[in-house]
């Protein structure tokens, strides 16, 4: 792995946190800061399913599992003990980590449509519980009366601007992360494991463990995207680990391209884009954002970022390392 | 000449890039293009479900609203200012419900909302009131926990719609009082397998025994909320052979499941209590209302059978085409409290607002004795029209309806409250 | 778990007819439309997403036609109909393009048909939920059978989807066009270079797998409601049966629905709390156990 290289993305990582920061001192808007919270929630969410999808060639109907993982334990810890926020996020992190780990370990062995039809029925399972466990999770009314959010660091997560900051943050380390990873030897490995696994494994390569590990980094990700959304809606509800979830991870990935990282970030900012704009604009978003989606889907056929890379190396006239 | 023109041409440009950098810079911080016009209104934001299973819910509960608020802007608003509802659809799901009512409140100038969400999304549009200090008043949450506990008391909060509790008592003491005419002492119950069904019957059924000691209960059912097969709940209910069935499953569900028990014969030697049957969606969509049907009165024009009542009933038919459900006048009676806080207070701060709201009566067509109140101690509605009756397969459909006895509702609230923990 | 109520019911004549036919008639529904999505991924390699809104699609057409025509069977022949010609449409002009593209993209596109199909609905035929209500002939006292009961209707509706059952089978296996179709299933490419239009084959097959969806959706319509959205329960338990019985495998179809028939007939007695969870449970262990389903074969 290039050092150089990684240095130079933390360095435009550390600009655009800067930028991201500064924002609330130039605007009042509640409005971007309410958008920046949740991109930063869906950004996570969303790169971390490429992960499986684009870099590990896992297509994942499931990855909702996580999302809501993180956030059912990260609201239920702080209901029911109230501990700092970073000690409760860490908390609920490693639950995800062991939750993927199991359900990886058992769907990571099968082969493509299947491996994404058993991780939607352990979805599915999983949300099966927390609707029915009323007395535990407030079955379909999700975590009621709101989570104790303390101070720390002094920043007062209540507020939306110190929660913008935290969201912000965590977001940007999070992708950058997410990068690091993807561009170790680990990434490459991965990588090599999804362009043609049985290659790999003559080269010696352990393909399950690669793929759990990749699923298990996956749904930690997953489940951080989760803590953030829990702290801005200050509860839990099981729309979150509902299929329409996961499907919408699969749109922003779709749409924002596969093969770039930054590509989910794009494609999660312009579903939360259409998303808030059409609801504002019509009551028919069902048209609305089924013609846009036909629009990606039939006529650039690609995500964004594949888009503007395919035409960069019509341009430049090289072929381009994803 | 030309110069002229061209000088005031010219000036109207600076004038326009102006004004529209301006906005463009009031937009970009968030501040919707302030109108410089005459009339500022007050703007009320509407958080509801206009769009999949539920989309009749939202249309509903907007209608009955648009009449409130085009009432009180025809007799001349606040000195003058009309209030302007913004409507909003959150597809039923509450992180968007959720996003809605901050959206409302941070960037459209709403100054309070009416949250007319089913009971997830109510409970998440809390949080952000709770966080957000706006005022609320839930019209659609039937889930009596909302108000009841503790933990949800905030002071910027207030429901004014039916509780479940405060309705199961009624049903327990209609129904005990037919069973015992009718010796029907084994029961057992179909309902939806989500918070609201298993409340609601449990709420139902410790009321019934209260009320009735020779009540027991076989057996209970739960079909998934949605579900479009009931034959193996009808089967199993057959099975047990039940002399009464209670349900509170609604609308297209309801609607299902007595079509598809009505060729099993289940109906037919028994009574069925179901609590959302005097609904006029339900009454409609089934072609004939089976016999021996019991229900309370989700909504039903003859109750109360007063001529305010029918007015407004008529009215809501001229103006939508359709006829009013529950949630209209759960939301009707939501926006005329208020109204009535924003004409009491002479404006829109929510504190004053809150406190003019606690405690408050208005008049209204659906209160049992023509007023309702919101009461002091949790931010609920009494003193609304709940009945209880059997069914007809036409107008009035409830011919003979049982009224509840709010002294009575609210004794045995209390005991249910001080039961659950709520107080002490 | 209710393991005594499920024994008691299971040595009691009438309980276990009752019981069984109830898994019959929530099975043969469920064939019709999980035997067009098997068929579609078996012959096309398409994972239809869209398969519950053409269901939804066909309750509501039929509902239009039998208020206009009075008349169930020309309701039910004018939904399944509708609903061939309306997938016709969607394969020629939409997932045509998205054929060996990722599974993702057809995701995409058929979601975007749900979308769009859902809102098209609501304002077609409102937002309300609607009812047709059971047409004359039907209103018939349930048949009793050794105890048990069975309502007419669903007699005739277990009848429509045996037949329907048997119709395929001969169709597939007995007449020149099911060789073709199996062909084109298992070999496309040296099926063309045969001389046969694949082309038009992938389109017969999607017209007709989304008319089977369409034929239940009109055949449902007398004892469901409809509202807009009704498709995605159906899509989810079709999806769990066409993975039990075998991606691709019309029988597949037939014996995987009525294993979840049966499920949720005897699981309402035996275990009511945890219906759903156990269809999960049961999807994942053939996933696991043999992932190219009951019915299955390795290959595809």
Redesign the interface.
Same mark, same amino acid.
């Given at each position: 792995m290039n050092v150089g290289s990684f240095s130079r993305e933390a360095l435009i990582a550390a600009i655009v946190l800067s930028i991201l920061i500064a924002i609330p001192f130039f +605007? /009042? +808007?509640?409005?971007?800061i /309410?958008f920046g919270i949740?991109l930063a929630a869906f950004a996570v969410f969303a790169t971390s399913l490429n992960m499986l999808?684009g870099f590990g060639g896992m %297509?994942s109907f499931g990855h909702a599992l996580y999302f809501g993982a993180g956030a059912y334990s990260f609201g239920l810890i702080m209901q029911h003990f109230a501990l700092p926020i970073p000690l409760a996020f860490v908390l609920a992190v490693a639950f995800c980590a062991t939750v993927a780990a199991i359900v990886g370990a058992?769907c990571v062995?099968?082969?493509?449509?299947?491996f994404?039809?058993?991780t939607l029925?352990?979805q599915?399972?999983f949300h #099966?519980?927390i609707?029915?466990w009323?007395s535990f999770t407030?079955? /379909?009314?999700?975590l009621?009366?709101?989570l104790p959010r303390p101070p720390f660091l002094g920043l007062d997560l209540?507020n939306p601007v110190d929660l913008y900051w935290f969201a912000v943050v965590v977001g940007v380390v999070a992708l950058l992360l997410m990068r690091y990873i993807l561009q170790s030897p680990f990434g490459y490995t991965l990588r090599m494991v999804r362009d043609n696994a049985d290659r790999a494994k003559f080269l010696g390569v352990n393909v399950w463990r690669i793929r759990l590990f990749a699923f298990i980094l996956a749904g930690s990700f997953g489940g951080v995207g989760g803590i953030i959304?829990a702290l801005?809606? #200050?509860?839990a509800?099981?729309?979150?680990t509902y299929?329409t979830m996961s499907?919408e991870a %699969?749109?922003m %990935?779709?749409m924002g391209g %596969?093969n770039t990282f930054i590509g989910p970030v794009l494609g999660a900012a312009l579903l939360l884009g259409f998303n /808030?704009f059409i609801?504002?604009v019509t009551?028919?978003?069902?048209?609305a954002?089924?013609?846009i989606?036909?629009l990606?889907?039939?006529v650039f056929?690609h995500g964004i970022t594949d888009f503007i890379v395919q035409g960069w190396q019509r341009v430049a006239g090289k072929k381009v390392d994803s | 000449m030309q110069k002229r023109s061209q000088a005031l041409a010219s000036q109207q440009r600076r004038q326009l890039i102006k004004g529209s950098a301006a906005a463009v810079g009031l937009a970009?911080?968030?501040l919707p293009g302030i109108s410089l016009a005459q009339n500022n209104p007050i703007k009320i934001g509407m958080p509801t479900i *206009?769009?999949g299973r539920v989309a009749m819910l939202g249309e509903a509960s907007r209608n009955a609203a648009l009449m409130g608020v085009e009432m009180f802007n025809a007799a001349g608003g606040l000195n003058g200012r009309p209030v302007e509802l913004i409507i909003?659809?959150s597809?039923g799901?509450? @992180? !968007?419900a959720?996003?809605?009512a901050? !959206?409302l409140v941070?960037?459209d100038g709403c100054e309070m909302v009416l949250d007319a969400e089913a009971?997830?999304g109510a409970?998440?549009v809390h !949080?952000?009131a709770?966080?957000l200090g706006f005022l609320v008043i839930h019209t659609c949450s039937e889930?009596s926990?909302l108000t009841a506990?503790p933990?949800?008391r905030i002071p910027n909060g207030f429901r004014a719609a039916r509780q479940g509790v405060q309705d199961a008592i009624v049903g327990g003491d209609y129904a005990g009082r037919v069973a015992k005419e009718q010796g029907l002492n084994r029961w057992m119950s179909v309902s939806p @397998?989500?918070?609201y069904g *298993?409340d609601t019957t449990a709420e139902f059924f410790e009321y019934l025994q209260y009320f009735n000691k020779d009540i027991e209960v076989v057996n209970s059912v739960w079909p998934k *909320?949605f579900q479009a097969d009931y034959s193996e709940p009808i089967t199993r209910l057959l099975q047990g052979k039940p002399q009464a069935i209670y349900s509170c499953l609604w609308g297209g569900d309801l609607t299902s499941f007595i079509d598809q028990a009505s060729i099993y014969g289940l109906m037919n030697d028994r009574q069925f209590f179901g609590v959302n049957m005097a609904d006029y969606a339900v009454l409609t969509a089934i072609k004939s209302v089976p016999p021996n049907i019991h229900s309370g009165n989700r909504y039903l024009k003859s109750i109360p059978k007063t001529q305010q009542n029918a007015a407004w009933c008529d009215a809501y038919v001229a103006k939508f085409n359709t006829m009013p459900l529950n949630w209209s006048w759960e939301n009707a009676v939501g926006i005329d409290f208020m109204l009535k806080a924003i004409k009491q207070t002479n404006g829109t701060d929510t504190k004053k607002m809150s406190e003019a709201l606690a405690g408050m009566t208005i008049d209204s067509p659906f209160g049992t004795d023509g007023k309702i109140t919101m009461r002091e101690s949790d931010h609920t509605i009494i003193d609304y029209a709940i009945a209880w009756g059997d069914l007809q397969p036409k107008e009035p459909y409830m011919s003979n309806p049982y009224m509840g006895n709010w002294k009575t509702i609210l004794e045995l609230e209390q005991q249910w409250m001080k039961n659950k923990g709520y107080i002490s | 778990m209710d393991s005594e109520a499920l024994l008691e019911c299971v040595t009691s004549m009438s309980c276990l007819v009752t019981q069984t036919s109830t898994g019959l008639i929530v099975g043969s529904l469920l064939f019709l439309v999980a035997t067009g999505l098997t068929m579609i991924f078996g012959v096309l390699g398409i994972?239809n997403f869209a398969h519950g809104s053409l269901y939804m699609l066909g309750a509501y057409i039929a509902l239009s036609a039998f208020r206009l025509t009075d008349s169930f069977i020309i309701a039910t022949a004018i939904g399944a109909l509708g609903v061939g010609l309306f997938s016709l449409f969607f394969e020629r002009f =939409?997932m045509r393009?998205?054929y060996g593209?990722?599974?993702?993209?057809q995701?995409?596109?058929c979601?975007?048909?749900?979308?769009?199909l859902?809102?098209?609905v609501?304002?077609i035929w409102g937002s309300e939920f609607q009812s047709m209500g059971m047409p004359a002939y039907f209103q018939e006292p349930p048949v009793f059978l050794a105890g048990g009961v069975i309502p007419v209707f669903y007699i005739y509706l277990i009848g429509i989807a045996a037949t329907m059952a048997v119709g395929l089978w001969v169709l597939l296996n007995k007449t020149k066009i099911g060789k073709i179709v199996r062909a084109a299933a298992v070999n496309p490419s040296m099926t063309s270079a045969l001389g046969l239009n694949t082309s038009l084959i992938f389109a017969g097959v999607f017209a007709f797998g989304g008319a089977l969806a369409g034929l239940a959706g009109a055949l449902a319509a007398p004892v469901r409601s409809m509202s807009p959205g009704m498709g995605f329960s159906v899509l989810?338990e079709s999806?769990i049966v066409t993975?039990i019985g075998g991606?691709g495998s019309v029988s597949g179809a037939l014996v995987g629905a009525l294993i979840i028939g049966l499920i949720r007939s005897f699981g309402s007695i035996g275990f009511p709390? =945890?219906i759903?969870?156990v269809m999960?449970?049961t999807?994942?262990a053939i996933?696991?156990l043999k992932?190219s389903g009951i019915m299955g074969k390795e290959t595809r």
């Open positions: +605007s /009042d +808007s509640s409005a971007i /309410d949740r999808v %297509v058992i062995r099968l082969k493509e449509i299947y994404a039809f058993l029925a352990f599915m399972l #099966s519980i609707i029915s009323t407030g079955g /379909d009314q999700g009621m009366g709101g209540v959304m801005l809606v #200050s509860g509800f099981p729309e979150f299929w499907g %699969v749109f %990935v779709l %596969v /808030d609801t504002r009551d028919h978003h069902g048209l954002l089924g013609g989606i036909l990606f889907a039939l056929k | 970009s911080i968030g *206009l769009s909003r659809d597809k799901r509450p @992180d !968007e959720a996003r809605i901050r !959206e941070n960037s009971s997830s409970f998440a !949080e952000v709770r966080d889930t926990a506990d933990k949800m @397998d989500y918070s *298993l *909320l | 994972v =939409f393009r998205v593209a990722d599974v993702l993209m995701l995409l596109v979601y975007a048909f749900i979308l769009i859902d809102d098209a609501k304002i989810i999806f993975v991606m709390y =945890f759903e969870g999960f449970i999807m994942a996933l696991v992932p």
